[in-house]
């Protein structure tokens, strides 16, 4: 199974790897076939992604010791449902985690929409993301990573993990947090494209429904932190915490100012925006929890993916820009906000202030990093 499990890894980066090309043969020869092929091989990349997490599931639940991820978060004693649980409690299981969510999210989207420009022009993003993520996990995280030598019991699960809402805390966060993948690869397409038509309908749908998700996932955390932290609060300003705040702050203020947009067609510019910001903030939520550059009370320790996130970090955002920028006076809404004290003025009042919030938590969170930079030493805010 553990063999199973990493050769079905780098078979599906090899298929995405192949499904770029041929999108993009297929979009330079306007080749329906080829463009047909770059469909099928990612959703064979998909599948084997999901061969991938049931193998991985398989070895946590049999407890097998030879894998080093599973001696690090199972032990003899550990329980089924928090066995299980294991699978996203670890950065390697976690990123699987990850990937395997965009998967089923991506497959969804494969059998809902149709096969218009858009779409395949999505579907070819997409593609970049999960190769980031599968690169990630072959090189940097692989959760099939063999022990040289042989144990009879496991660490187990941090016993600050077994508790019900950290059931249900990280599945949540991560629904959430990834379903804001789909509006951004959505919103890349359009201003690729230059299409006429926002595709307004798609990425409200998804951004309700991620923001909905990301909610719960807060909530739950929040609850988890109440229990078993002693926080005596809601919030204790801990790196990992706001690093779920962020993008719900700009998804709530997007959700906003989305019904002007709707409504009058008005500050397009500013939508398109927020979407990007909310996407790329998801991942910097990820690189937070996951590459330990903060300490947390429930971070994971230090790893070797900073370079990489903040490689992908740069290029998605430098990527953006250019196209955000090109594209700036075709992104002109038909209309003006006449007045702040209109309905419309108040919406885009109340997400500025939002983003402003949003500043404050997000250097408040990295201050340490900021003064280390500056003053060479670190400084906390906690």
């Known amino acids: 199974m553990r063999e199973l499990g990493i050769s079905s890894l780098i078979f599906s980066l090899l298929f995405l790897i192949f499904g770029i090309i041929f999108y993009i043969y297929g979009f330079y020869k306007n080749d329906e076939r080829f463009i047909k092929s770059a469909k099928r091989s990612l959703i064979s990349s998909i599948f084997l992604i999901i061969i991938s997490s049931i193998s991985l599931i398989f070895l946590l639940l049999t407890k097998d010791y030879e894998v080093e991820y599973v001696a690090s978060y199972v032990n003899n004693t550990l329980n089924l449902l928090y066995t299980f649980s294991s699978f996203w409690a670890g950065l390697e299981g976690s ?14 989207l494969l059998y809902k929409n149709k096969d218009e420009k858009i779409d395949h022009f999505s579907y070819f993003f997409l593609n970049f993301i999960f190769i980031f993520f599968l690169i990630l996990i072959i090189f940097f995280a692989n959760p099939f990573k063999k022990l040289p030598f042989k144990i009879s019991d496991g660490q187990g699960l941090n016993p600050l993990l077994q508790n019900f809402w950290m059931l249900l805390h990280p599945p949540f966060l991560y629904f959430g947090y990834i379903g804001f993948t789909i509006p951004f690869v959505y919103t890349i397409s359009y201003l690729f494209l230059k299409e006429k038509n926002f595709p307004e ?30 926080w005596g609060g809601y919030w204790a300003w801990d790196p990992v915490e706001n690093a779920s705040l962020l993008p719900w ?11 002007i947009l709707k409504r009058e067609n008005v500050l397009k510019r500013w939508n398109i925006f927020l979407i990007f910001l909310t996407f790329i903030l998801t991942i910097v939520g990820t690189y937070i929890t996951r590459s330990g550059i903060i300490s947390s009370v429930h971070a994971f320790s230090e790893s070797k993916i900073s370079p990489p996130f903040i490689f992908f970090i740069i290029i998605t955002t430098l990527f953006f820009l250019y196209f955000f920028i090109k ?25 500025l202030i939002f983003l402003l919030i949003t500043i404050i938590i997000f250097i408040g969170t990295f201050f340490p990093i900021i003064s280390e930079i500056l003053i060479l030493r670190k400084i906390s805010l906690n």
């Open 95 to 108: 990123l699987l985690f990850w990937t395997l969510i965009l998967g089923i999210y991506t497959l969804f």
């Open 327 to 351: 594209n700036y006076k075709f992104l002109q809404g038909e209309n003006k906000i006449e007045s702040i004290m209109s309905i419309e003025g108040n919406f885009y009042l109340l997400s």
């Open 249 to 259: 702050l700009t998804a709530t203020a997007f959700l906003h100012t989305n019904i």
């Open 201 to 230: 309908n798609i990425i409200r749908k998804w951004s309700i429904f991620s923001w909905l998700l990301l909610s719960i996932g807060i909530l739950t955390g929040g609850r988890w932190a109440y229990i078993e932290l002693g």
